[in-house]
């Protein structure tokens, strides 16, 4: 049988943080290629792949906002994704 170790708070704030930066970086990215895809038969689906960011993100900072979390300390203080995703 497997032992289960648990992460200390340091090791849940790195790992928090590296996702967020991580997330918002795709999320940007896939914003990119929605722009560059108007036109193209990729069109709707970088669309689609885009919204599936935009639903993460906004997700992740209400949560964040519910908990008492800084959204900088998920890396996620200088995205809204209301402005910067849509």
């Not at 599936?52 to 993100?57: D, I, R, T």
């Amino acid at each position: 049988m497997r032992e289960v170790s648990y992460m200390n708070d340091d090791q849940y704030g790195n790992y928090l943080h590296d996702l967020g930066v991580l997330i918002k970086e795709k999320a940007l990215d896939a914003k990119v290629s929605k722009e560059r895809s108007i036109g193209q038969e990729s069109a709707g689906y970088d669309l689609g792949y885009l919204m599936a960011f935009y639903e993460v993100v906004s997700l992740m900072k209400q949560q964040a906002d519910a908990f008492g979390i800084d959204p900088d300390q998920m890396g996620l203080g200088d995205i809204d994704p209301d402005i910067d995703l849509l």
